[in-house]
């Protein structure tokens, strides 16, 4: 029977040619490459629904679907809705199907996450799966590949020279900051170090200086103090997220019953006052230079204005 | 004999063929019938999901609903009661340990790790387990009780690591515990099948033997069979088939269960007539799960391992429903 | 004769009353250890004398509520463990191998599900009725046609409800995202960062069943010979079997609810005690309390000692020395079956 023939065919894994690269070729950062992209993709699928996904749109690239489960920000889910991309889901799981009805010809994600399936998906179009790298970095490889060279570079320098302002006027305070989220149960800290981060990485380039708990020169990203160490955060601002879980809904029930503890009224920030919460769209859902700028009010307004 | 397998013969096929056409995206019966027979009118997009994407999850589910199935109806007869999963080898509790140590201990690990790493966990903690419970000989006993055992160790290990790693590692290794065949590809359909053909019609050859060492180590002695040496063997075969299937397709459970259990109860206690039949129930039974998840909540997705659980709670209530009035 | 049973009381009570004190001690140590050392002066005058500093704040808030909990979750799991060994008439009988554990903590994290976490002191009654259904459903399937043994039967049932909830209980947490950040640690089994109010919320249920546990230990020692043998002293086995399964259900979904499934202990403490004072469950009751508060409390503060974490659950630094000890007890007490 001819379905029998076509499995047969199927199993002995017939091997495609290799054609000469019409688009871009691409080689560093991404899993198994070199890559041969188009030029100019008219039809992008993320399948990173925070960082890749808002630099996108920021970018202005013709993204056309992306997985919601994972966007918390309320602008980035407008602008999701408002140009009407197709959900995919899961972003552990995207739906490959309902990629593949949509005929992309570019798709972007992550090589950590969706290693597994990158042959699969190479299938359906050409396949871009980053490592892990700093923001900008990361701004400059998308704009490459999917905006168009250059875009991003006029709003690249604007911020550039926004931090370096704001880095000159913090050379001039000797403050020392402590950051702090709120989980249920916990504390997580974000530290500053060479793989920060992405708002603490911009905390350290606008010239923030962290207590030296929370400064290390290894690969750590995270802390977890429990409340007998909470002690360390000595600085003399404490900027804090209260963040419980996916939702947001018990973020302020949180907040309320952290802030009542008597050893947090200990702390030395909070004695003096200058203890402030700070949203967590941007500082825990980091996905682009609209994120990097309201981290930059956070540090003008907590920071440098109320001195 | 000949109507059960032809009826779950059937079953199957028709289980096929909707897992083909059913999905996030529709495509009709005409469609897919196309695709299949290498019509040029089928269109690119359909060619690519039914064959690239559903195809090889359905032979996928088939192969692992044939071998857990095979390995249930193993362990059912070795350790002898109705109740013994080869989860309780510890196998289950090997691969979820390997495979979380992988996933939050490694930075970037690569793809394929996860397999191995999954297939050894379940190995080392198998002939562990064999290993603590010979003393002299085994008995099917101290096999379950040491199982628990290290079991419950594996789990005190995995438990420890998934709290401490990286939320969205611990959550990726929870999806791939939960059971999916989501990332299927021909490569592990060719993998797996080449694997499970030898051990799989190894266990059917060894039917008489399984019915023998059911009875009880004095009974099969007595007959003349090497009870202790063919102990050893048939685990070692269970574990092969076992650690393949969770392998690559993580912990999905009661399926070792459920099918030797339907298979007895339709065709009688014999194994070369329980093990044919069993093997047909566990594919359709995967297969099913797999699809169920798929469009339940469609565009996420609801894995396996999670579908078969929720039918083992009725199964498990039938279970201890029908034998009421049996004490043991 | 008189002489011979007065000094075996006189001894047992020497002995409880040495417990109690060891006890006592290794309290204080749990609270002396931690990211700074306390010395014992400042621990006592911060129970009795409180004066708000720093320090005082942190033995009160933090530290003591470890201990309690510690406390709590180990004397209920080890008394329920004793009165489960009594009643089934099986020595590797357990709130944890019999799924209890597993029932109460799925029942929990899927009221946080459904309702939102921390919603007042609700959650304890889920955790009682899951502990109460998980063991129904274990006894009812290991009565099942096993060939040979019941006690394997129990045992299996127990394995296979416990892998069934635990596959339940992560497949909710896949879904809760917020849930599953909230209980981590939680269901590890871990005594830290629980507050008064939530010690509060279990303490009662918890005394209640401990107390009632002292008063049905004559009836235990009859049942643990057995069901032929009780009923021949005229025993209302099912009257019994109902109130242990009551006090049970009280004790471990207690100390689910505080402190997460935590395995072995249940398991273990009634082993070591009854090798050490024999089989008379009036004794056997209370010294496993103090037994299993004191191996938790001990427990926890070398997990914290050890790998250097303040929140390192306690649950896995048992189930790491449990389980080799159940394995040499499957190993050496179950014989080759003929």
Request: glycine share 10%; with cysteine.
């Given at each position: 029977?001819?379905?029998?023939?076509?499995?047969?065919?199927?199993?002995?894994?017939?091997?495609?040619?290799?054609?000469?690269?019409?688009?871009?070729?691409?080689s560093?950062?991404?899993?198994?490459?070199?890559?041969?992209?188009?030029?100019n993709?008219?039809?992008?699928?993320?399948?990173?629904p925070?960082?890749?996904?808002?630099?996108?749109?920021?970018?202005?690239?013709?993204?056309?679907?992306?997985?919601?489960?994972?966007?918390?920000?309320?602008g980035?889910?407008?602008?999701?809705?408002?140009?009407?991309?197709?959900?995919?889901?899961?972003?552990?799981?995207?739906?490959?199907?309902?990629?593949?009805?949509?005929?992309?010809?570019?798709?972007?994600?992550?090589?950590?996450?969706?290693?597994?399936?990158?042959?699969?998906?190479?299938?359906?179009?050409?396949?871009?799966?980053?490592?892990?790298?700093?923001w900008?970095?990361?701004?400059?490889?998308l704009?490459e590949?999917?905006?168009?060279?250059?875009t991003?570079?006029?709003?690249?320098?604007?911020?550039?020279?926004?931090?370096?302002s704001?880095?000159?006027?913090?050379?001039?305070?000797?403050?020392?900051?402590?950051t702090?989220?709120?989980?249920?149960?916990?504390?997580?800290?974000?530290?500053?170090?060479?793989?920060?981060?992405?708002?603490?990485?911009?905390?350290?380039?606008?010239?923030?200086?962290?207590?030296?708990?929370?400064?290390?020169?290894?690969?750590?990203?995270?802390?977890?103090?429990?409340?007998?160490?909470?002690?360390?955060?000595?600085?003399?601002?404490?900027?804090?997220?209260s963040?419980?879980?996916?939702?947001?809904d018990?973020?302020?029930k949180l907040?309320?019953?952290?802030?009542?503890?008597p050893?947090?009224?200990?702390?030395?920030?909070?004695?003096?006052?200058?203890?402030?919460?700070?949203?967590?769209?941007?500082?825990?859902?980091f996905?682009?230079?609209?994120?990097?700028h309201?981290?930059?009010?956070?540090?003008?307004?907590?920071?440098?204005?109320?001195? | 004999?000949?109507?059960?397998?032809?009826?779950?013969?059937?079953l199957?096929?028709?289980?096929?063929?909707?897992?083909?056409?059913?999905?996030?995206?529709?495509?009709?019966?005409?469609?897919?019938?196309?695709?299949?027979s290498?019509s040029?009118?089928?269109?690119?997009?359909?060619?690519?999901?039914?064959?690239?994407?559903?195809?090889?999850?359905?032979?996928?589910?088939?192969?692992?609903?044939?071998?857990?199935?095979?390995?249930?109806t193993?362990?059912?007869?070795?350790?002898?009661?109705?109740?013994?999963?080869?989860?309780?080898?510890?196998?289950?509790?090997g691969?979820?340990a390997?495979?979380?140590?992988v996933?939050?201990?490694?930075?970037?690990?690569?793809?394929f790790?996860?397999?191995?790493?999954?297939?050894c966990?379940?190995?080392?903690?198998?002939?562990?387990?064999?290993?603590?419970?010979?003393?002299?000989?085994?008995?099917?006993?101290?096999?379950?009780?040491?199982?628990?055992?290290?079991?419950?160790?594996?789990?005190?290990?995995?438990?420890?690591?998934?709290?401490?790693?990286?939320?969205g590692?611990?959550?990726?290794?929870?999806?791939?515990?939960?059971?999916s065949?989501?990332?299927?590809?021909m490569?592990?359909?060719?993998?797996?099948?080449?694997?499970?053909?030898?051990?799989?019609?190894?266990?059917?050859?060894?039917?008489?033997?399984?019915?023998?060492?059911?009875?009880?180590?004095?009974?099969?002695?007595?007959?003349?069979?090497?009870?202790?040496?063919?102990?050893?063997?048939?685990?070692?075969?269970?574990?092969?088939?076992?650690?393949?299937?969770v392998?690559?397709?993580?912990?999905?459970?009661?399926?070792?269960?459920?099918?030797?259990?339907?298979?007895?109860?339709?065709?009688?206690?014999?194994?070369?007539?329980?093990?044919?039949?069993?093997?047909?129930?566990?594919?359709?039974?995967?297969?099913?799960?797999?699809?169920?998840?798929?469009?339940?909540?469609?565009?996420a997705?609801?894995?396996?391992?999670?579908?078969?659980?929720?039918?083992?709670?009725?199964?498990?209530?039938?279970?201890?429903?029908?034998?009421?009035?049996?004490?043991? | 004769?008189?002489?011979?049973?007065?000094?075996?009381?006189?001894?047992?009570?020497?002995?409880?009353?040495?417990?109690?004190?060891?006890?006592?001690?290794?309290?204080?140590?749990?609270?002396?250890?931690?990211?700074t050392?306390?010395?014992?002066?400042?621990?006592?005058?911060?129970?009795?004398?409180?004066?708000?500093?720093?320090?005082?704040?942190?033995?009160?808030?933090?530290?003591?509520?470890?201990?309690?909990?510690?406390?709590i979750?180990?004397?209920?799991?080890?008394?329920?463990?004793?009165?489960?060994?009594?009643?089934?008439?099986?020595?590797?009988?357990?709130?944890?191998?019999?799924?209890?554990?597993?029932?109460?903590?799925?029942?929990?994290?899927?009221?946080?599900?459904?309702?939102?976490s921390g919603?007042?002191?609700?959650?304890?009654?889920?955790?009682?009725?899951?502990?109460?259904?998980?063991?129904?459903?274990?006894?009812?399937?290991?009565?099942?046609?096993?060939?040979?043994?019941?006690?394997?039967?129990?045992?299996?049932?127990?394995?296979v409800?416990?892998?069934?909830?635990?596959?339940?209980?992560?497949?909710v947490?896949?879904?809760?995202?917020?849930?599953?950040?909230?209980?981590?640690?939680?269901?590890?089994?871990?005594?830290?960062?629980?507050?008064?109010?939530e010690?509060?919320?279990?303490?009662?249920?918890?005394?209640?069943?401990?107390?009632?546990?002292?008063f049905?230990?004559?009836?235990?020692?009859?049942?643990?010979?057995?069901?032929?043998?009780?009923?021949?002293?005229?025993?209302?086995?099912?009257?019994?079997?109902?109130?242990?399964?009551?006090?049970?259900?009280?004790?471990?979904?207690?100390?689910?609810?505080?402190?997460?499934?935590i395995?072995?202990?249940?398991?273990?403490?009634?082993?070591i005690?009854?090798?050490?004072?024999?089989?008379?469950?009036?004794?056997?009751?209370?010294?496993?309390?103090?037994?299993g508060?004191?191996?938790?409390?001990?427990?926890?503060?070398?997990?914290?000692?050890?790998?250097?974490?303040q929140?390192?659950?306690?649950?896995?630094?048992?189930?790491?020395?449990?389980?080799?000890?159940?394995?040499?007890?499957?190993?050496?007490?179950?014989?080759?079956e003929?």
């Amino acid at each position: 029977m001819r379905f029998c023939l076509a499995l047969i065919i199927f199993l002995m894994n017939t091997s495609f040619s290799h054609a000469a690269c019409e688009g871009k070729e691409i080689s560093e950062d991404i899993y198994n490459g070199p890559l041969c992209i188009p030029k100019n993709a008219q039809r992008i699928v993320t399948l990173d629904p925070l960082i890749t996904l808002g630099m996108l749109l920021e970018l202005g690239a013709p993204v056309v679907a992306t997985p919601y489960m994972a966007i918390h920000d309320d602008g980035v889910m407008k602008s999701v809705k408002d140009r009407n991309l197709v959900d995919l889901g899961n972003p552990r799981e995207p739906s490959l199907e309902r990629v593949a009805a949509l005929k992309p010809d570019l798709i972007i994600g992550s090589a950590e996450a969706h290693g597994q399936i990158y042959d699969t998906a190479a299938k359906i179009a050409p396949t871009v799966l980053f490592k892990h790298m700093d923001w900008k970095q990361y701004l400059q490889r998308l704009s490459e590949v999917a905006g168009g060279e250059g875009t991003a570079d006029q709003a690249l320098l604007a911020y550039e020279r926004r931090v370096s302002s704001i880095r000159e006027r913090m050379a001039k305070t000797e403050l020392t900051v402590s950051t702090v989220r709120f989980a249920p149960g916990r504390f997580v800290v974000f530290v500053d170090g060479p793989e920060a981060y992405a708002p603490f990485a911009v905390l350290h380039e606008a010239g923030v200086k962290r207590t030296a708990y929370e400064t290390v020169t290894d690969g750590t990203i995270v802390k977890r103090p429990d409340w007998e160490e909470l002690a360390s955060l000595e600085g003399d601002i404490l900027l804090y997220v209260s963040a419980s879980g996916f939702e947001s809904d018990e973020d302020d029930k949180l907040e309320k019953e952290v802030v009542q503890n008597p050893l947090w009224q200990l702390l030395p920030a909070v004695q003096s006052g200058r203890a402030y919460r700070v949203d967590r769209g941007p500082w825990q859902s980091f996905h682009g230079l609209a994120s990097a700028h309201r981290i930059l009010d956070d540090i003008e307004r907590h920071i440098l204005d109320s001195q | 004999m000949i109507r059960v397998i032809s009826a779950f013969t059937l079953l199957l096929t028709l289980l096929i063929a909707a897992s083909l056409t059913f999905g996030d995206i529709s495509i009709s019966w005409h469609a897919v019938f196309a695709v299949l027979s290498g019509s040029i009118d089928a269109s690119q997009q359909d060619v690519m999901i039914v064959l690239e994407l559903r195809l090889p999850r359905v032979l996928l589910g088939i192969l692992v609903g044939t071998a857990l199935a095979t390995a249930g109806t193993i362990t059912i007869a070795v350790l002898r009661n109705p109740l013994a999963e080869p989860g309780v080898l510890g196998i289950n509790g090997g691969a979820a340990a390997a495979a979380m140590a992988v996933i939050v201990l490694m930075q970037d690990p690569p793809v394929f790790l996860l397999q191995v790493a999954g297939f050894c966990g379940a190995t080392i903690m198998a002939v562990t387990v064999f290993l603590f419970a010979w003393r002299g000989g085994t008995s099917s006993l101290r096999i379950i009780l040491i199982g628990v055992g290290l079991g419950a160790l594996a789990s005190a290990v995995t438990t420890f690591l998934s709290a401490f790693g990286e939320i969205g590692d611990v959550q990726r290794a929870m999806i791939w515990l939960s059971g999916s065949v989501y990332d299927a590809n021909m490569l592990k359909v060719r993998l797996l099948s080449i694997w499970l053909v030898l051990p799989i019609m190894l266990t059917f050859l060894l039917s008489s033997e399984l019915d023998l060492i059911r009875f009880g180590d004095n009974a099969a002695r007595s007959l003349g069979q090497p009870v202790d040496k063919m102990r050893g063997l048939l685990i070692f075969i269970c574990v092969m088939i076992c650690g393949a299937a969770v392998a690559v397709s993580g912990l999905i459970g009661f399926v070792g269960l459920i099918g030797p259990h339907i298979a007895t109860r339709l065709v009688g206690q014999a194994h070369y007539r329980i093990i044919p039949v069993a093997a047909l129930v566990g594919a359709c039974l995967v297969t099913s799960a797999d699809l169920a998840g798929r469009v339940i909540i469609a565009p996420a997705q609801l894995p396996a391992g999670i579908v078969t659980g929720l039918i083992g709670a009725p199964f498990l209530a039938y279970l201890i429903w029908g034998r009421r009035h049996e004490r043991g | 004769m008189r002489t011979g049973a007065r000094t075996l009381v006189g001894r047992r009570m020497l002995a409880f009353f040495v417990l109690l004190f060891l006890l006592a001690l290794g309290c204080l140590l749990a609270i002396s250890v931690g990211t700074t050392w306390m010395p014992a002066k400042t621990v006592i005058a911060a129970l009795v004398h409180f004066d708000g500093s720093r320090d005082h704040i942190l033995i009160i808030a933090i530290r003591l509520p470890r201990v309690l909990t510690a406390i709590i979750a180990g004397s209920a799991l080890a008394v329920s463990g004793a009165i489960m060994q009594a009643v089934t008439n099986n020595p590797l009988a357990s709130p944890g191998l019999l799924g209890i554990n597993a029932g109460a903590a799925f029942a929990v994290v899927t009221m946080m599900t459904l309702t939102g976490s921390g919603n007042g002191s609700s959650y304890i009654w889920f955790a009682f009725g899951g502990a109460g259904a998980a063991a129904v459903v274990v006894y009812a399937l290991g009565s099942m046609g096993g060939i040979v043994h019941h006690s394997l039967g129990l045992i299996l049932a127990g394995a296979v409800v416990t892998a069934f909830l635990t596959s339940l209980t992560g497949a909710v947490l896949i879904f809760d995202q917020s849930t599953l950040d909230a209980v981590r640690l939680w269901t590890a089994g871990s005594v830290s960062g629980r507050t008064f109010a939530e010690i509060l919320d279990v303490a009662p249920y918890a005394t209640v069943a401990l107390a009632a546990s002292l008063f049905i230990g004559r009836h235990l020692t009859a049942l643990s010979l057995g069901q032929d043998a009780s009923r021949a002293i005229g025993q209302n086995t099912a009257l019994w079997r109902g109130v242990s399964l009551v006090i049970v259900m009280l004790l471990a979904g207690g100390a689910v609810a505080l402190a997460g499934p935590i395995g072995f202990v249940g398991l273990i403490v009634p082993h070591i005690v009854r090798f050490m004072i024999g089989v008379d469950y009036r004794w056997v009751l209370p010294f496993c309390a103090i037994a299993g508060a004191f191996v938790v409390v001990m427990a926890d503060m070398m997990g914290r000692t050890l790998f250097a974490s303040q929140n390192f659950p306690v649950g896995v630094t048992i189930a790491l020395v449990g389980a080799p000890f159940f394995l040499w007890l499957a190993r050496t007490r179950v014989r080759a079956e003929t």
